[in-house]
Nanobody, 123 residues
Framework: QVQLVESGGGLVQAGGSLRLSCAAS????????ANWFRQAPGKEREFVAG????????YYADSVKGRFTSSRDNDNNTAYLQMNSLKPEDTAVYYC????????????????WGQGTQVTVSS
């Protein structure tokens, strides 16, 4: 069973950048899909970005495409989300999620979650 811990959130002005990290332990991280979700107050948790076991071909929600970059370092059991050109509507708690088999956009299908890290973008 894998444990996930996110870090790197904070307060940033619109147009700024943040890099989130998701450190995994307790499992073979390289065998899991590692995806990012976010949840804003009063809204459902939504898919942001995903990446395959190999780190190849990351995929993104349309709302972040071209601004966010998902990557992973399996040797260090860590996934990353580089967020550039941040907008106030990106404000949310960001979660890392992992699963052995599922790599889609439904949050309910993921077995493992981190505690989340707050990202606040001021206008």
């Amino acid at each position: 069973q894998v444990q996930l811990v996110e870090s790197g959130g904070g307060l940033v002005q619109a147009g700024g950048s943040l890099r989130l990290s998701c450190a995994a332990s307790g499992g073979t991280f390289s065998s899991y899909f590692a995806n990012w979700f976010r949840q804003a107050p009063g809204k459902e948790r939504e898919f942001v970005a995903g990446i395959r076991w190999s780190g190849a071909k990351p995929y993104y929600a349309d709302s972040v495409k071209g601004r966010f970059t998902s990557s992973r370092d399996n040797d260090n059991n860590t996934a990353y989300l580089q967020m550039n050109s941040l907008k106030p509507e990106d404000t949310a708690v960001y979660y890392c999620a992992a699963d052995s088999y599922y790599s889609g956009t439904l949050a309910s299908e993921y077995d493992y979650w981190g505690q989340g890290t707050q990202v606040t973008v001021s206008s």
